[in-house]
């Protein structure tokens, strides 16, 4: 074994623990978003994160392989930067091949756009969404103008949301408002099916039934295409 395969096993214990994986479809390209969105301020290195300066160029990547035929991406978040989060959903919306999302874990704040900016989205029955309000951390400048830059970006997110899922604009507001749910801060935790109920999510599946939809939508666009 040469020594790169033998850097490139380590590596894989290392990250993955097996020594290897399986080669990807290449027409299926699977897009990880896993842990903390990481933006402009970066993160302690023991934090699990990803990064949207390393999402962006993979987007652009997948855009314009010829090989690439759809795209599944696979969410396990507790939010994190809205700016690259919401940069992140937006690009994912734009892409010209078929999408579907899958919630496995948590799909919490930030990650609530990013499970509806696929074309067709999952959740897993145990998985969880949280919905909340943007959050102030660090030194807040009591100005008019400080409320109203949030005003703006909340209002960013709200529409982002009910643009690319089925949830109404009044349901989601009070999914965001409510005060008996979460500890010390207003919002509320949708487990698996309630995401489905309130129609933020299209249905509830696993990996199997993903890629069982990611492939009717890239027949289906090929058909169209003919």
């Known amino acids: 074994m040469s020594e790169d395969n033998v850097k490139k096993e380590v590596e894989n214990i290392k990250e993955l623990g097996t020594p290897d994986i399986p080669k990807p479809d290449e027409r299926i390209q699977i897009l990880p978003i896993i842990g903390q969105i990481e933006g402009h301020m970066a993160l302690p290195p023991q934090t699990k994160t990803t990064r949207y300066e390393h999402v962006i160029p993979q987007l652009v990547s997948i855009e314009t392989d010829k090989r690439v035929e759809g795209v599944l991406i696979v969410l396990n978040t507790v939010g994190g930067d809205v700016e690259a989060g919401l940069a992140i959903s937006e690009m994912i919306r734009s892409l010209s091949k078929p999408t579907v999302s899958l919630v496995i874990g948590g799909g919490h704040s930030i990650g609530v756009p990013l499970a509806t900016s696929a074309q067709y989205s999952f959740i897993s029955p145990s998985a969880t969404m949280i919905i909340h309000p943007i959050r102030m951390n660090g030194l807040i400048i009591g100005v008019p103008q400080t409320f109203e830059y949030f005003n703006k970006m909340q209002e960013r997110i709200i529409e982002f949301i009910v643009r690319t899922s089925k949830i109404e604009r009044d349901s989601l507001k009070k999914l965001m408002l409510q005060t008996d749910e979460l500890l010390n801060d207003m ?30 939508l890239i027949e289906k666009k090929n058909a169209n295409s003919l």
């Open 187 to 216: 919002g509320t935790i949708l487990i698996g099916k309630q995401a489905v109920d309130y129609g933020l999510i299209d249905e509830v599946g696993g990996i199997s039934d993903a890629l069982k939809k990611l492939d009717e």
